[in-house]
């Protein structure tokens, strides 16, 4: 088990729950598809909230306990480390993942936040 195994497993399990928050929030905008500019405000909402989110997550990832991750779960062949150095490795790896999807969803959320300045601009 190497540091990059941990990481795809990160980035699987954080990529899964990412995947259902865009479905719920993608719906929620079709929905007001009647009024644009409503649609995408509320888009661009939705993305600032899961951004925030996920950036909170991270924060928090190297201080909650690594057995209580879906990575714990889907490490196969168990390393032979010391608690205290999987604790470590499993934290930093959901925390740089988490940062990286945060990062990601604030940049949807500013291109949502522009679109709908546009929007408004526009009578």
């Given amino acids: 088990m190497d540091f990059d195994q941990l990481r795809r497993h990160a980035d699987n399990s954080i990529r ?32 600032t909230l899961a951004a925030v989110v996920l950036y909170w997550r991270g924060s928090n990832a ?30 930093q790896a959901l925390a740089e993942s988490y940062f990286w999807h945060a990062r990601g969803a604030a940049y949807v959320a500013l291109a949502m936040w522009s679109v709908a300045l546009v929007l408004w601009a526009i009578p």
């Fill in 16 to 47: 899964r729950g990412c995947g259902f928050a865009l479905l719920a929030v993608f719906t929620f905008m079709f929905g007001l598809a009647g009024d644009p500019y409503l649609a995408v405000r509320a888009g661009a909402i939705l993305m």
């Fill in 62 to 91: 190297p201080r909650r306990n690594f057995k209580h991750t879906e990575v714990w779960l889907a490490i196969r062949d168990l390393p032979a480390l010391p608690k205290d150095r999987l604790q470590g490795l499993i934290g």
